[in-house]
């Protein structure tokens, strides 16, 4: 690799965190404007036309707030749990299959499985640090709940392991001459209250318990810790929706539609946030381990006796 390939490598990676951080800053504003509608109100309005400059205004208000800190706080690991969030699901952003000099991840499932499954850290050190009874049970919670759904998750990436034949979300790309989501209806249906669990999302927000738990294990947080621990909670929407749409719904990153498919599932989430009540705690862990995990077990034993098949009959 030569010095203009680095330097490309660095401006495609700085040009793919802005786009992210941009649209996660609208994604904040879909959200505000939708509960907004389905609660029949207005939502943002005031600033510049139609509110579509209130993120920013949000940002402003947040970093420029004084940061405040727990007397008895673990200072150090308080400060950097947020940063640790936000790192890490940006990082994850890196294995998105653009065939261009950004990176080409052969084994771009098996990395995403490792940084998502260090995104309990980041909610156990800040739940941990805050020195906080409210904040350390939230912690405790989220981590259950998150480690609970990944093994489900990680089931059902090896079913579309062994379909694509492959480690490389490419294989998205080249192999859905027809959706996936035809083929596994089931599957589809799982991964998605999935992404709601993994991304501690209504019905499933046990980290923001604030009837019971007084905002979960960010209960300390306030100005750019609490704007960063969010950044990093809408990027992994987003993340999560490109995710969806690239392994159920055609994955052509090429295409205008894509992304709008991914705008798609990502309002999804709003409209469910808007919809249903939160879920009780040992139904969502019994749903995990006795609903989810049996089908996803049953689905990739189908998987792997269908490839078997396949590879005898064409043998």
Do not use: H
């Not at 499954?117 to 009874?133: C, E, H, P, Q, R």
């Amino acid at each position: 690799m030569n010095l203009k390939e680095v330097y490309l490598t660095l401006v495609s990676l700085l040009l793919l965190i802005i786009m992210v951080m941009v649209g996660v800053a609208f994604l904040t504003l879909l959200e505000r404007k939708m509960l907004g509608y389905i609660q029949i109100r207005k939502g943002p309005n005031k600033v510049s036309l139609m509110g579509i400059l209130q993120p920013f205004c949000d940002v402003i208000k947040l970093f420029s707030k004084e940061q405040v800190f727990p007397y008895l706080s673990n200072f150090i690991l308080f400060y950097f749990s947020p940063v640790f969030s936000l790192f890490l699901i940006l990082v994850c952003w890196f294995v998105f299959p653009m065939v261009s000099i950004i990176f080409s991840f052969n084994l771009s499932i098996l990395f995403f499985l490792c940084c998502t499954s260090m995104s309990v850290y980041g909610i156990m050190v800040a739940g941990w640090s805050s020195n906080s009874k409210y904040s350390l049970l939230g912690s405790i919670r989220s981590i259950a709940q998150t480690i609970s759904y990944e093994v489900s998750m990680s089931i059902i990436l090896m079913c579309f392991i062994f379909l694509i034949e492959s480690f490389n979300l490419m294989g998205f790309v080249y192999l859905q001459k027809v959706w996936f989501i035809f083929l596994s209806m089931p599957l589809a249906m799982i991964w998605f209250v999935i992404m709601l669990a993994e991304t501690n999302r209504t019905p499933f927000d046990f980290s923001e318990g604030e009837s019971e738990l007084v905002s979960g294990f960010n209960v300390e947080y306030g100005s750019g810790g609490f704007a960063l621990i969010f950044m990093a909670e809408y990027a992994s929407i987003l993340f999560m929706s490109m995710l969806f749409s690239l392994m159920f719904l055609g994955g052509d990153v090429f295409s205008v539609f894509f992304y709008l498919k991914l705008v798609f599932i990502s309002s999804l989430f709003i409209l469910i946030r808007g919809t249903l009540p939160r879920f009780r705690y040992d139904k969502l862990m019994g749903m995990a381990w006795k609903s989810f995990l049996p089908v996803s077990l049953n689905f990739l034993m189908f998987f792997i006796g269908v490839k078997m098949f396949l590879l005898i009959l064409f043998s």
